[in-house]
T-cell receptor, first 115, second 111 residues
Framework: DAGVTQSPTHLIKTRGQQVTLRCSPKSGHDTVSWYQQALGQGPQFIFQYYEEEERQRGNFPDRFSGHQFPNYSSELNVNALLLGDSALYLC??????????????FGDGTRLSIL | DQQVKQNSPSLSVQEGRISILNCDYTNSMFDYFLWYKKYPAEGPTFLISISSIKDKNEDGRFTVFLNKSAKHLSLHIVPSQPGDSAVYFCAASAPGNQFYFGTGTSLTVIP
């Protein structure tokens, strides 16, 4: 039973560029959430996708956008990259929206470095 | 505004002793609480959770305690093992809402 998978593992970009990160949820999960984890901090919620729509959004600018596909996989896009976007980006999946007393399961993340 | 706080960045414990990790929250609407463990270069791994209708949940060596009046939860690990050395995050959520994470506590279990 495959867990949450993310690609790529590492990525190096320069300021102003655009990046796309990918996530496949755990089998049986239909909801995908994205988090940003800066060094020494906890994961910060970016947004959540369910039924191919953004359902909730954290305090992140419009440069951060996403998409969910019919097979429940998801992409996170970041435009006009800033140095401060350097972080570990985590994808988490869960069955259904809201917590419904169900934990989210995380992938190993994509380490994004902005030069 | 940090709604979930872990005030101890690090904790060292002797192998075999009890590890107690603490977490405080500010939002009284939170009704579901979780602990995650994270090793370097890996994503957070779900450890244990508790609903606000309970004050204790136990799973093997791990027990989570919830004190709603104090808006405080703790994770007890007994006995602590060297393999428990990791960063521990607490998280909380209100119904239909996003998860909020603390900043983590790095636990070192000394053999």
């Amino acid at each position: 039973d495959a867990g949450v998978t993310q690609s790529p593992t590492h990525l190096i970009k320069t300021r102003g560029q655009q990046v796309t990160l990918r996530c496949s949820p755990k089998s049986g999960h239909d909801t995908v959430s994205w988090y940003q984890q800066a060094l020494g901090q906890g994961p910060q919620f970016i947004f959540q996708y369910y039924e191919e729509e953004e359902r909730q959004r954290g305090n992140f600018p419009d440069r951060f956008s996403g998409h969910q596909f019919p097979n429940y996989s998801s992409e996170l896009n970041v435009n006009a990259l800033l140095l401060g976007d350097s972080a570990l980006y985590l994808c988490a999946s869960s069955p259904g929206t809201g917590h419904q007393d169900q934990p989210q399961h995380f992938g190993d993340g994509t380490r994004l470095s902005i030069l | 505004d940090q709604q979930v706080k872990q005030n101890s960045p690090s904790l060292s414990v002797q192998e075999g002793r009890i590890s107690i990790l603490n977490c405080d929250y500010t939002n009284s609407m939170f009704d579901y609480f979780l602990w995650y463990k994270k090793y370097p270069a890996e994503g957070p791994t779900f450890l244990i959770s508790i609903s606000s209708i309970k004050d204790k949940n136990e799973d093997g060596r791990f027990t989570v305690f919830l004190n709603k009046s104090a808006k405080h939860l703790s994770l007890h690990i007994v006995p602590s093992q060297p393999g428990d050395s990791a960063v521990y995050f607490c998280a909380a959520s209100a119904p239909g809402n996003q998860f909020y994470f603390g900043t983590g506590t790095s636990l070192t279990v000394i053999p």
